[in-house]
């Protein structure tokens, strides 16, 4: 009955994804750290964070949710916790010093950066639902 709750999920760690690359890629100039992750940077997290928490003001009041300072409370955690996952995939393929973590997504690092965000933040989002 609550499908919707997977497409939210889905949805908001894609958005804090592309707007975490986009914003790295047009504005950022800071790296976090070449060793483990040498095109992350902290503008790129920054604009997620602002855009991610914005959007979802926007779009609750647009659909008439009442959201309130927890909400944006647990956004936040959630949001850390996306790039958490992330980065923590990314010092584990360097640890074990490989590229990618499979052949199935060419290109993309493998199937496991593809979920990697959802490892961290699944249980945020979990507890931030039961509310």
Same mark, same amino acid.
Do not use: C
């Given at each position: ?7 939210? #999920? &889905? ?6 994804? @592309? ?13 976090? *750290?070449? +060793? &483990?992750?040498?095109?992350?940077? =902290?503008?790129? =997290?920054? +604009?997620?964070?602002?855009?991610? +928490? $914005?959007?979802?003001? &926007? ?8 959201? *309130?300072? %927890?909400?944006?409370?647990? $956004?936040?955690?959630?949001?850390? @916790?996306?790039?958490?996952? !992330?980065? %923590? @995939?990314?010092?584990?393929?360097? +640890?074990?010093?490989?590229?990618? *973590? ?9 199937? #496991? !950066?593809?979920?990697?965000? =959802?490892? *961290?933040?699944?249980? &945020?989002? =979990? #507890?931030?639902?039961?509310?």
């Amino acid at each position: 009955d609550n499908k919707h709750y997977f497409i939210i #999920l &889905i949805s908001l760690v894609s958005f804090i994804d @592309m707007s975490a690359y986009l914003g790295g890629k047009l504005i950022g100039k800071n790296k976090i *750290t070449s +060793v &483990i992750s040498p095109n992350k940077t =902290y503008e790129g =997290y920054i +604009v997620a964070l602002i855009l991610t +928490v $914005l959007s979802f003001i &926007i779009i609750s009041n647009y659909f008439s949710f009442q959201w *309130t300072l %927890l909400d944006i409370f647990l $956004l936040l955690i959630f949001i850390i @916790m996306v790039f958490f996952g !992330d980065f %923590l @995939m990314s010092l584990i393929k360097r +640890v074990f010093e490989i590229k990618d *973590t499979g052949s199935l997504l060419p290109g993309h690092g493998g199937i #496991l !950066d593809r979920l990697d965000s =959802y490892f *961290t933040s699944l249980p &945020i989002f =979990y #507890l931030w639902f039961l509310f």
